[in-house]
Nanobody
Framework: QVQLVESGGGLVQAGGSLRLSCVAS????????MGWFRQAPGKERDFVAV????????YYSNSVKGRFTISRDNAKRTIYLQMDSLKPEDTADYYC??????????????WGQGTQVTVSS
C-alpha cells in the first residue's frame, strides 16, 4: 500500500527557511529513489528534487538548485527537504513520492495530503 505523509510547511517571509518531512510506507520507500514535487495555485505539479535509494545521488530542478537540500533517513523511511533562501515563487503545496530517475516523474499515482508552504514578500 502506498502511504505518504508530508509535514513541516507553514508561512515564512522571503529569505527564510523551512524543513519539510515525508514519512512513507515500506512499499513506497524501500529501494526507491524518493523525491519532492510541488504544485502552485492554478499550475501543474512539478518536480523539485530527488534522492537515490541510498541517498548518494541527488538532483534538483533549476529553480531550487543551491537553495534546497534533499536528504533521507532509510531507517525511518523518511525524506526531508531543507528549504533556504525562500522566495515568494516557492509558494505551493509540496508532495513527496517515489521517483523514476530516468525522467523525474512520480512512480506512484497515489499522493499524500501534501504540506502547504507560503512565502510572503
Amino acid at each position: 500500500q502506498v502511504q505518504l505523509v508530508e509535514s513541516g510547511g507553514g508561512l515564512v517571509q522571503a529569505g527564510g527557511s523551512l524543513r519539510l518531512s515525508c514519512v512513507a510506507s515500506e512499499r513506497t520507500f524501500s529501494n526507491n529513489a524518493m523525491g519532492w514535487f510541488r504544485q502552485a495555485p492554478g499550475k501543474e505539479r512539478d518536480f523539485v528534487a530527488v534522492a537515490g535509494s541510498q541517498g548518494g545521488y541527488k538532483y534538483y530542478s533549476n529553480s531550487v538548485k543551491g537553495r534546497f537540500t534533499i536528504s533521507r533517513d532509510n531507517a525511518k523511511r523518511t525524506i526531508y527537504l531543507q528549504m533556504d533562501s525562500l522566495k515568494p515563487e516557492d509558494t505551493a503545496d509540496y508532495y513527496c513520492n517515489a521517483v523514476l530517475i530516468d525522467n523525474y516523474i512520480p512512480l506512484f499515482n497515489s499522493w499524500g495530503q501534501g504540506t502547504q508552504v507560503t512565502v510572503s514578500s
